[in-house]
């Protein structure tokens, strides 16, 4: 593209000489500047001319990393951290491409957070922007690269750069246009105005940031305009975190003449939103705009100038900031969407029903071995529908969300169970009220499901009114009646399947897409095993996991061992920090046989393990939470036994293991966590 080759020219004059960075920054003119390579990998290496640090197939082999780490750093207000990057490969086609990744590593955490991947080569410099939200506690970047295949493969960074304040600003003084890009357009684009620029053609202005001909800015000119509706388009970098506040900016345009100028957001599903534009061309001077913006999830900011003709004219921009700060007209609170989840354990959160009658109960299971308990912690509340006091021909419940603003995009996710019914369609629906109730959707209803497992639905949706989710339970006749189960549902902004979302932070597995970093010193029929849906003995074993009910969960197959005998999953070497860790996890031992299963922590090349948690024999037909505190300042691995019992109904299995730092959260009612069981089994509180 003619930007990026561009951008590359003028990065070079610029950066002949070295930069005074601020801290978290290297531009690797004569050093590293405190980013140092980490031993156990492969050493990024510094041009002998400066400019870049690489890594390449020369001395390492495919699948080899380097890993470059930065000193302690500290964001105690909103940064940018820029990195201006390149990944060569070889002409043709690649299987396995070249792999560059950014983690940022607090100082209290025992796992490294991705904030960033990619695999996109290229024949120039590319830049990438990512926002880091403000925080109190230290941390340390680390850059990944990871070798793919070719004999001229290579990895460069040519800049790091940490500065206080959004990526979606800019005063483009900066050669690399801090990540903003010109949509190509063979007509009409947008160009770098000011210092030499000139046109002969239009009277450009000054800039707004030094009012003089040294500054710099964007514009757009119609002088190369050959047909109606000819449209330039300068697309921002993607937001990475979430923001809400006053968006402005200072832009130009030539009095009277026929074009128009917009704002945009476009999401990552490629759905574009007007937030503005321009009413009154105003004064040849610069001229503020104030727009509210909210980027919940991941969006790019479009400013578009659409041109009717070759006299048209010229629109300039400059100086764009971000305040969390509403704009001076507008006072209304953002949304939360947390308000509009529940997981039912204290009440029914902001969720209410039909004034006709309770159809959706608040109930509680004890551990049992013949009902399922709820699907948060396996012994706190769930809601149940269509109960023997309200089970009858014609029966509707009906439960109501709260009102959700319209035109955003929200992803609602929630875990039900069936029971009973002989005919499953219908029995669940979920609607779209709009806030006057007059017009209704049906957005999603259940099918064929396996019964008397918890199962998540998601569902993505977007209105552009104020609307409210409805959940509803249907009984068509009292034979064909069972029950409807409902527990922990959430709203999140976005969609459910955003191609922007990272993978979950490696402190979390939920051993859907393979065993995360967990490993075995062995594996055979008596090892732990990775599987879904029903294990092979009858009376044991979970029927689903516990992440989805329909994914993945680990193991032991108590039919393919003897009695006594031990399975060990170990996580990969944790880092040692100092603090209280949580460790949480959903283990099942169900089957009048179970075992033991115990939780070890084993600290650096000691042999020797102290135990951290234990449970024996039969404990729920439900997926139970565990969660485990303990303090470790050196590297250390924690190890999941599982010990087969005396019979083959001895199945165990473990899921949605996550580590946090902190101590963990009280879970209601975790004294009823214990093995054997009172006489009142299957008893249900209303």
């Not at 047909?227 to 923001?243: G, N, W």
């Not at 006709?356 to 706190?380: A, F, L, S």
């Not at 929630?414 to 209704?440: C, P, R, W």
């Not at 024996?616 to 037909?621: A, L, R, V």
Request: aromatic share 12%; with cysteine.
């Amino acid at each position: 593209m003619w930007l990026r080759s561009l951008l590359l020219m003028v990065l070079a004059l610029k950066l002949s000489s070295a930069l005074d960075l601020p801290a978290g920054s290297c531009a690797f003119e004569e050093g590293t500047c405190g980013f140092d390579s980490v031993m156990e990998f492969l050493p990024w290496i510094l041009n002998e001319e400066g400019h870049y640090v690489y890594v390449d197939t020369s001395f390492g082999k495919p699948g080899e990393k380097a890993v470059l780490l930065s000193s302690d750093l500290q964001a105690e207000e909103w940064s940018c951290l820029r990195l201006v990057y390149q990944i060569a490969v070889p002409s043709g086609p690649l299987s396995d491409p070249s792999q560059l990744n950014l983690y940022v590593r607090f100082e209290d955490e025992t796992f490294d957070r991705l904030l960033w991947s990619t695999k996109e080569p290229s024949d120039s410099w590319l830049i990438a922007s990512l926002d880091l939200q403000d925080s109190s506690k230290k941390f340390q970047i680390l850059v990944e690269g990871i070798l793919g295949r070719g004999n001229t493969t290579s990895i460069a960074l040519f800049e790091i750069k940490m500065t206080t304040g959004y990526c979606i600003e800019c005063d483009f003084e900066e050669n690399h246009l801090c990540g903003f890009v010109n949509r190509w357009n063979p007509n009409v684009n947008w160009f770098v105005g000011g210092g030499t620029t000139r046109n002969i053609h239009s009277n450009l202005p000054q800039d707004h940031t030094f009012k003089s001909e040294l500054g710099h800015y964007m514009y757009v000119d119609s002088v190369y305009v050959k047909h109606f509706q000819e449209v330039a388009q300068l697309i921002s970098p993607v937001t990475t975190a979430p923001m809400s506040g006053c968006l402005s900016f200072y832009y130009q345009l030539q009095q009277g003449n026929d074009n128009v100028f917009s704002l945009y957001t476009r999401d990552a599903a490629g759905v574009y939103e007007e937030i503005w534009q321009v009413d009154n061309p105003g004064d040849t001077a610069w001229n503020l705009a104030e727009v509210e913006f909210s980027a919940p999830y991941p969006i790019e900011v479009i400013f578009e100038v659409a041109f009717n003709g070759p006299k048209g004219g010229y629109v300039a921009l400059d100086d764009i900031s971000f305040s969390p700060v509403h704009c001076q007209n507008q006072t209304e609170l953002p949304f939360s969407a947390m308000e509009a989840s529940c997981n039912f354990e204290e009440d029914f959160c902001k969720f209410y029903q039909d004034k006709e009658g309770p159809g959706w109960t608040r109930v509680k299971v004890k551990p049992n071995v013949y009902r399922v308990g709820d699907h948060t912690t396996g012994i706190g509340y769930y809601l149940l529908a269509n109960t023997k006091f309200t089970s009858q021909p014609g029966y509707i419940g009906r439960l109501y969300g709260p009102s959700l603003p319209g035109n955003l995009q929200y992803c609602l996710r929630f875990h039900y169970a069936i029971y009973g019914f002989l005919k499953m369609s219908d029995t669940l629906a979920v609607y779209i009220f709009e806030e006057n109730h007059v017009v209704q959707e049906k957005i999603w209803s259940v099918h064929e499901s396996p019964r008397g497992v918890w199962i998540q639905a998601e569902i993505s949706f977007k209105k552009p009114m104020p609307t409210k989710v409805v959940f509803m339970s249907l009984c068509k006749s009292f034979w064909d009646c069972g029950f409807v189960a409902l527990d922990d549902i959430t709203i999140q902004l976005g969609s459910c399947r955003s191609p922007e979302r990272l993978p979950p932070p490696p402190g979390e597995c939920t051993f859907d897409q393979d065993e995360c970093a967990f490993t075995q010193e062995k594996r055979n029929l008596s090892s732990w095993h990775r599987r879904r849906g029903e294990t092979p003995t009858s009376y044991t074993g979970p029927k689903g996991d516990h992440t989805t009910g329909v994914g993945y969960y680990m193991y032991i197959e108590a039919s393919h061992m003897v009695h006594g005998q031990k399975a060990q999953l170990s996580s990969k070497p944790l880092r040692g920090v100092p603090g209280q860790h949580c460790l949480t996890f959903f283990y099942h031992m169900y089957g009048a046989g179970t075992g033991l299963l115990n939780v070890y922590l084993k600290m650096g090349e000691d042999s020797d393990t102290s135990l951290l948690w234990r449970r024996q024999g039969e404990q729920s037909i439900s997926w139970l939470q565990a969660q485990v505190e303990y303090i470790c300042t050196r590297q250390h691995q924690i190890i999941f036994e599982a010990i087969r019992g005396v019979s083959i109904r001895s199945d165990i299995a473990i899921d949605d293991i996550k580590f946090q730092a902190g101590p963990c959260a009280e879970i209601e009612g975790t004294s009823q966590q214990s093995s054997g069981y009172s006489g009142d089994l299957n008893e249900i509180e209303y």
